[in-house]
């Protein structure tokens, strides 16, 4: 038995959609003499032991508990947060606290967008809340965006933009009641970077109200862009090119990740010219890659496939988390040089023992202790430069326990204060939590500061959510 809906679709709640639009899916429906008001989801969570749980999607029994937030300024005006475009969920802020929404889903698909306007208002309506400002990603592709924008111009209040890294940064921040400055450790699939660019394994030095970057990882050069993130062989081509240069096309791996020639020829042309490629620093393609070159995942049929298949193999295996890291770390200088992990040492080892007949399972525990270690060197690195000891995690990898471990106790062993997520998940789901801090601790800020820190809509007249 489940709760009834498509994959990728929100819940179907009402009976006489049920009835028509899960017709043939499903035996039986069982229904009810009460209508559903307000549709919630499950929770998720991860039991971590003796530890708090790890949130992954926060819905009922939860929802909507708030999260104070009345320590960050005084007087901040009621606001609304759109959050992200996957596992979307938004948050009003309302007398000092945020009201985090349940999950509502992938917001580019048409019924969870039409869930995400009705949630806005639901939750304005319940809590009586009239936003005087309306908080959104920095991507302007994303649907979420667009929604706050028209909002902005139909009710004429100010837009605040927040670049995703620093949202997810300060959705831990929150949790924790942390001012800052820290360094933040985001890992995911994909943001929007400042610089337009496709960030996605990133060390932030970050505060509430500001942050710049002190790490990456190595970008890679991405076939195709977004494809990548279902086609998980062109983030391993990336990862061999990376690795090898020109020289990749000899090594044995890229025969096995593309059989046929003539697309295998293709898709290293577009690399090797860097044609319709994008250049993305994403901790998840580096993922996808690998699952890819280990063959276990080739295409990601849902949203994280392949990073969740080689967390499942490794599960059986100890953590190890004193081995040293084999990635190349070209550390920062302190002075605005951005710090970077070369994996490429790392990939060449898992494809040599693969061909080695090294068991699958070892070789993806082998990866997982190996990513964490790398970060654990670059994270050790920036605090030796700025002099902080309190790092927290966030973003989408920070759902997969063995890296979560395994991090957090390298980092423990330095000294170091490391917080994770408890109240909201890592992934984009507490994106919007993120966005309320900011937007908060910058509306406050704004009040003692001659210049003003979001753009007013140009107009005020009618706009349509849909446009």
């Known amino acids: 038995m489940t709760s009834g809906n498509r994959s990728g679709e929100p819940l179907t709640y009402q009976?006489?959609?049920a009835l028509s639009r899960l017709r043939g899916m499903c035996d039986a429906t069982?229904?009810?003499d009460r209508p559903i008001n307000r549709p919630v989801d499950d929770t998720v969570v991860i039991d971590m032991g003796e530890d708090e749980p790890l949130p992954v999607r926060r819905a009922r029994g939860y929802v909507p508990e708030p999260i104070s937030l009345d320590w960050i300024g005084d007087e901040v005006?009621?606001?609304i947060c759109v959050g992200g475009e996957l596992k979307g969920t938004v948050s009003i802020l309302r007398n000092g606290e945020a009201i985090v929404s349940q999950h509502l889903g992938d917001v580019k698909d048409a019924q969870v967008y039409e869930r995400l306007v009705r949630t806005i208002d639901d939750l304005c309506s319940l809590f009586g809340v009239r936003p005087c400002w309306v908080a959104h990603d920095l991507n302007p592709a994303y649907v979420s965006t667009s929604v706050a924008r028209a909002m902005a111009i139909s009710q004429g209040i100010p837009l605040v933009g927040i670049q995703h890294h620093h949202a997810h940064a300060a959705s831990v921040m929150a949790e924790h009641q942390l001012r800052g400055p820290v360094l933040a450790l985001v890992c995911d699939g994909v943001g929007f970077g400042t610089d337009g660019g496709v960030w996605g394994g990133e060390l932030l030095l970050a505060d509430l109200t500001t942050f710049h970057r002190v790490a990456r990882l190595s970008p890679l050069r991405l076939p195709g862009g977004d494809a990548t993130a279902i086609d998980t062989r062109r983030s391993g081509l990336a990862l061999l090119y990376q690795a090898m240069g020109t020289a990749f096309l000899k090594h044995p791996a890229c025969n096995q990740l593309v059989s046929d020639p003539s697309e295998r020829h293709f898709l290293a042309t577009m690399i090797q010219?860097?044609?319709?490629?994008?250049?993305?620093?994403?901790?998840?393609?580096?993922?996808?890659?690998v699952a890819a070159l280990l063959e276990v995942c080739r295409h990601n049929h849902f949203e994280a496939e392949s990073a969740m298949t080689l967390e499942s193999l490794a599960a059986g295996i100890p953590i190890d988390d004193r081995c040293d890291p084999m990635s190349r770390l070209s550390g920062s200088d302190g002075e605005g040089t951005i710090g970077e992990i070369d994996v490429s040492p790392l990939i060449l080892k898992l494809c040599a023992e693969q061909e080695r007949g090294q068991p699958i399972a070892e070789l993806s525990a082998l990866f997982h202790d190996q990513f964490a270690a790398a970060w654990d060197a670059a994270v050790a690195d920036a605090a030796a430069h700025c002099g902080i000891d309190t790092i927290v995690l966030s973003g989408g990898v920070f759902c997969n326990e063995r890296i979560t471990r395994g991090l957090m106790a390298r980092l423990s062993r330095r000294g170091m204060r490391v917080l994770r997520h408890t109240?909201?998940?890592?992934?984009?789901?507490?994106?919007?939590?993120?966005?309320a801090a900011v937007a908060a601790a910058r509306l406050s800020q704004s009040k003692h500061s001659p210049k003003p820190i979001v753009a007013r809509a140009?107009?005020?007249r009618s706009y349509s959510c849909n446009t």
Request: net charge negative; glycine share 14%.
């Open 423 to 435: 109240l909201v998940p890592p992934n984009d789901g507490g994106l919007s939590l993120g966005q």
């Open 273 to 289: 010219r860097n044609v319709n490629c994008a250049s993305s620093s994403s901790a998840g393609r580096v993922f996808d890659g």
């Open 458 to 460: 140009r107009s005020k």
């Open 15 to 17: 009976d006489e959609d």
């Open 77 to 79: 005006p009621d606001g």
């Open 30 to 32: 069982l229904l009810h």
